[in-house]
């Protein structure tokens, strides 16, 4: 009866994963045909952040690795970065919203399908917390299981200070641009609501990044990507690293 039970599990698990990875087949198909008519339009769009974002985020996890650290990967996805901190012998909790996409035989890799909010910091703490592309999805409906909440992602970030441990750093990155929200996709941070997304945060490190004219990702200032005009599908990028004042 146990193994009918445990087996019935593997495959209801088995199938939520796969139905995940076919919702995000079908996610990039449609996101490549949008792409081919951006650009056919002479508009940008965002193809190859993520692989700036991984880049960064990779480099930056092992120049600010701490030896038996704890992490949290915030809004883990596909799992790479997790599987990334995993490697590098980091004890890794990966939450989502949405089920686990990702296995592997690693062992120091706990994954929950959690709200943020769901953390207890009095139980948690983490030496590193990852946060690649997520912090813009906090508190909008209609995509990634959010709920609606319009400082959803204010509230987030200061939950993810009171997760962080002493001496710990938060890395991050999220659209950047004239301050909008682009409903369900994600918010774009400006002038406005940038300075209060890292309020009470020491900013260790940041870089910035837009497309130019030819669609191609071009380093730049704060003030560019500050003045860059973004969309539904397209935004400059923000790489942060953040720590706790006085830490």
Same mark, same amino acid.
């Given at each position: 009866m146990i193994n009918r039970t445990l087996e019935k599990e593997r495959v209801i698990h088995r199938l939520?994963? @796969?139905? +995940? #990875? #076919?919702r995000g087949v079908a996610s990039r198909m449609k996101s490549m045909a949008r792409r081919v008519i951006r650009r056919a339009r002479g508009l940008r769009d965002l193809a190859g952040d993520r692989d700036m974002e991984w880049m960064y985020m990779a480099t930056r996890m092992g120049q600010y690795n701490h030896n038996e650290a704890r992490v949290l990967d915030f809004g883990c996805g596909s799992g790479i970065l997790s599987i990334a901190a995993a490697n590098m012998r980091q004890e890794v909790l990966a939450i989502d919203l949405t089920p686990q996409s990702f296995?592997?035989?690693?062992?120091? /890799?706990?994954? &929950? %399908? /959690?709200? #943020?909010?769901? =953390?207890?910091? &009095?139980k948690e703490q983490f030496s590193m917390i990852l946060s690649c592309s997520t912090i813009e999805h906090v508190? =909008?409906?209609g995509r990634y299981s959010s709920i609606e909440f319009t400082d959803g992602d204010l509230k987030a970030m200061d939950k993810l200070g009171k997760l962080l441990r002493p001496q710990g750093h938060i890395i991050m990155t999220?659209? +950047?641009? %004239?301050d909008a929200v682009f409903s369900p996709y994600h918010r774009v941070y400006g002038r406005d &609501? @940038?300075? &209060? =997304?890292l309020e009470g945060y020491e900013i260790v490190e940041s870089q910035f990044s837009r497309k130019d004219r030819r669609n191609i990702w071009v380093p730049c200032s704060k003030e560019d990507v500050l003045c860059d005009i973004a969309d $539904?599908?397209?935004?400059?990028? $923000?790489?942060? +690293? =953040?720590?706790n004042p006085s830490t």
């Open positions: 939520s994963a @796969l139905g +995940v #990875i #076919i296995s592997g035989p690693y062992t120091n /890799i706990e994954f &929950r %399908q /959690i709200d #943020i909010m769901a =953390l207890d910091e &009095r508190g =909008l409906s999220l659209p +950047v641009g %004239q &609501r @940038l300075p &209060r =997304l $539904a599908h397209y935004y400059a990028l $923000a790489f942060f +690293v =953040l720590c």
